[in-house]
């Protein structure tokens, strides 16, 4: 029977790291600290991106399913972003559960303009450009980013069929409703194939995601759209998405 409660497996490597981890959770305040977290007093300046703690991005806690990008995956997909993003007047970008993703835009590409969506509430450091955000609750948002968002990128936190389809829910719920598709793009595990596709009409890109900590699960990049040679291209074949006639495009 499929368990669909399962968080992203770690290799033995990571697994490692995580007992360091738990052994110094004690002295997690001071590593907060020392990654420029401070309490948010709603004064902070969003626009001040040559900040060291703004672009500074926070220790994982695994106990919150948190798995940082490695630095290639981090910049290939900020890289796309911004590529769409450049194309279409003023464009806003929502980050659902990607603090990674985030955070590597504001660094290289401060340009866009791009909104956190995350649980963890130390990310409150980034002021209005935070949202706090439980998947759980997926229509829970401010009222003034219905429809407002014309890229929309999400990495559940969990690896079951609820949390895609409650994540995707929230994506659905923020994105633009103009005469061009919204650009969907999904990063997680390869057993969500299928329900990307039947989702969002999400293929797979030949490019593959990687994270600091090596994890179990084969991770993939999912688009809406083709993306031609960029990310490699959407996958030549496809484990049980039909065929289809036509695609959508940017």
Not at 53 to 78: C, G, K, N, P
Not at 81 to 102: E, H, M, Y
Not at 199 to 211: A, D
Request: glycine share 4%; proline share 6%.
């Amino acid at each position: 029977m499929e368990d669909d409660d399962d968080v992203p497996q770690l290799s033995a490597h990571a697994l490692l790291a995580l007992q360091e981890f738990m052994r110094e959770q004690g002295g997690q305040e001071a590593q907060d600290a020392a990654d420029g977290v401070h309490p948010n007093n709603g004064d902070g300046d969003d626009n001040n991106n040559n900040n060291h703690d703004d672009l500074t991005l926070l220790s994982e806690d695994w106990r919150m399913s948190q798995f940082w990008y490695d630095d290639t995956t981090s910049a290939t997909v900020a890289a796309e972003v911004n590529r769409l993003a450049s194309s279409r007047p003023q464009c806003r970008v929502a980050c659902i559960a990607c603090p990674t993703l985030f955070v590597e835009l504001r660094k290289s590409y401060p340009d866009v303009s791009a909104q956190l969506y995350e649980y963890d509430q130390r990310f409150e450091k980034y002021g209005s450009k935070f949202t706090f955000y439980d998947y759980n609750a997926p229509l829970d948002v401010p009222p003034e980013h219905r429809k407002a968002f014309q890229i929309l990128v999400a990495d559940p936190p969990y690896l079951s069929k609820e949390c895609l389809e409650k994540t995707v829910e929230t994506m659905r719920y923020i994105a633009a409703d103009s005469e061009s598709s919204p650009t969907f793009m999904v990063l997680t595990g390869a057993v969500q194939e299928d329900r990307v596709w039947d989702l969002l009409k999400g293929r797979p890109c030949v490019f593959r995601p990687e994270h600091r900590n090596k994890l179990g699960n084969e991770f993939m990049l999912y688009t809406n759209y083709d993306p031609v040679e960029r990310l490699g291209g959407w996958e030549s074949i496809t484990t049980g998405v039909k065929a289809i006639s036509s695609e959508p495009t940017t």
